[in-house]
């Protein structure tokens, strides 16, 4: 009788209280809990590992790295390397801003230079895949678009008759910004020339360069 009591009190228990979560099984779901607990512990460490590594990217050569350029007359050409990448396709996008040289030209063929053109800003941008990407490093090489030339209106010209040609610039920055995956920027490398570029490459020594 003793030993039916024990087990009546036993099997009573397990009704309240669930089997041993010993066995894995328990009540109210909290299987499916720790399931998820274990998920998120696996996965929350790559996440911030992706992270870490989209936070460190940046030029390659060490402190003081800066892309070498080179005036090609109405484009810059930016070439560097990159490394701490993710996997993902990159965007990289070159900007430049540049003293303008116009002349203006009338009905006649007369020429004159243009009077004092506005400073512009010219773009170029190239697409990355992923599977150009090497342990995290990528070389690029990209140029900025010429501008609109002869310029409409003539607006450095004594009147809109004559014709604005742009014949040259003189870069005095350059930004280049780089995405991964398109639109997340991922690093931007200001830098600045010391005086304006004129045909050629440019200095090292011209070129001082910061990434944010």
Not at 4 to 30: A, H, I, N, Y
């Given at each position: 009788?003793?030993?039916?009591?024990?087990?009546?009190?036993?099997?009573?228990?397990?009704?309240?209280?669930?089997?041993?979560?010993?066995?894995?099984?328990?009540?109210?779901?909290?299987?499916?809990?720790?399931?998820?607990?274990?998920?998120?512990?696996?996965v929350l460490p790559l996440l911030m590992a992706f992270q870490a590594a989209a936070g460190s990217v940046h030029l390659k050569?060490?402190?003081?790295?800066?892309?070498?350029?080179?005036?090609?007359?109405?484009?810059?050409?930016?070439?560097?390397?990159?490394?701490?990448?993710?996997?993902?396709?990159?965007?990289?996008?070159?900007?430049?801003?540049?003293?303008?040289?116009?002349?203006?030209?009338?009905?006649?063929?007369?020429?004159?230079?243009?009077?004092?053109?506005?400073?512009?800003?010219?773009?170029?941008?190239?697409?990355?895949?992923?599977?150009a990407i090497k342990n995290g490093n990528l070389a690029f090489s990209l140029t900025t678009n010429a501008p609109q030339t002869?310029?409409?209106?003539?607006?450095?010209?004594?009147?809109?008759?004559?014709?604005?040609?742009?014949?040259?610039?003189?870069?005095?920055?350059?930004?280049?910004?780089?995405?991964?995956?398109?639109?997340?920027?991922?690093?931007?490398?200001?830098?600045?020339?010391?005086?304006?570029?004129?045909?050629?490459?440019?200095?090292?020594?011209?070129?001082?360069?910061?990434?944010?």
């Open positions: 009788m003793r030993a039916r009591s024990d087990w009546k009190v036993r099997s009573r228990m397990f009704e309240l209280t669930g089997p041993s979560p010993l066995t894995g099984v328990t009540k109210g779901g909290c299987l499916m809990q720790r399931v998820r607990l274990v998920s998120l512990a696996v050569g060490g402190a003081g790295a800066a892309p070498s350029f080179r005036d090609l007359g109405l484009q810059l050409r930016g070439t560097g390397s990159l490394a701490g990448l993710g996997n993902g396709d990159v965007v990289i996008t070159l900007a430049a801003q540049a003293n303008v040289t116009s002349t203006c030209t009338n009905q006649g063929g007369n020429e004159s230079p243009g009077q004092n053109p506005a400073p512009i800003t010219v773009t170029g941008s190239q697409a990355f895949p992923a599977s002869p310029i409409p209106g003539a607006p450095d010209c004594p009147n809109a008759n004559w014709t604005e040609e742009i014949t040259d610039l003189a870069f005095t920055s350059a930004t280049i910004t780089v995405q991964q995956p398109s639109p997340n920027v991922v690093l931007t490398v200001v830098c600045t020339f010391a005086v304006p570029t004129a045909n050629g490459g440019v200095p090292r020594g011209d070129v001082v360069c910061s990434e944010q």
